[in-house]
């Protein structure tokens, strides 16, 4: 199956993350792969959530503690990866990271269930853990002691990112691995797509 030309990546994107959400094989729909580099220029990969897409970008949510917290608050630029294995389709997407609004990230954290926002609390993300998982069960205990008959609100570490792209591919596989792979790029945020296909 051909990619079909359209003027908007991102509403293209948005039909094709329909198609996996709707797939019933896919456990996972939202899951993407986030590639940042470190100070010292080594990469690192992680799978997380998509949050949100709209024209402005892709949203996801972090302790910012974490690696890869503080690799995008020292190097705003990423990549995404989504692979819907059912469907045969891969995205791939590069672009530069913001924050999101506090009342953005409030209203997100506001969904999460109780567990989940208690665990924002109690993670030293990616930190050493040096009493095992004993010390991090006492930790989300306290959490809920302290927290007991309240609402738990968001921690001043944890909110969100947007990718706004730059260069978004799409990957549909193709038979004798001829793959179709079309690009959209463009040299400024505000700027223009252009388009064009790849060799597989």
């Known amino acids: ?49 998509l949050k949100g897409v709209d024209t402005n970008g892709f949203a996801f949510y972090t302790n910012f503690n974490s690696r890869k917290g503080g690799h995008l608050l020292a190097n705003p630029a990423a990549g995404l990866c989504f692979y819907w294995m059912p469907l045969d389709r891969q995205v791939r997407v590069q672009g530069l ?63 969100g990112f947007r990718l706004a792209p730059v260069y978004i591919e799409f990957w549909q596989g193709g038979r004798h691995r001829l793959h179709d792979r079309r690009v959209y790029a463009r040299a400024a945020l505000d700027g223009p797509w252009e388009t064009r296909l790849l060799y597989p």
Request: aromatic letters at 10%; a negative charge; charged letters at 30%.
């Open 97 to 159: 990271v913001t924050r999101v609004s506090d009342a953005e990230a409030d209203a997100y954290f506001a969904t999460r269930s109780r567990e989940s926002r208690i665990g924002a609390w109690a993670s030293y993300q990616s930190g050493p853990l040096a009493g095992g998982r004993a010390e991090l069960d006492a930790r989300f205990e306290e959490i809920t002691r302290r927290f007991d008959g309240q609402e738990i609100p968001r921690p001043p570490h944890w909110s």
């Open 1 to 49: 199956m051909s990619i079909p030309v359209v003027d908007d990546p991102i509403e293209f994107f948005t039909q094709w993350h329909a198609d996996a959400r709707a797939c019933r094989e896919l456990r996972e729909p939202d899951a993407m792969t986030l590639a940042t580099v470190d100070g010292a220029g080594m990469p690192w990969a992680r799978v997380i959530l």
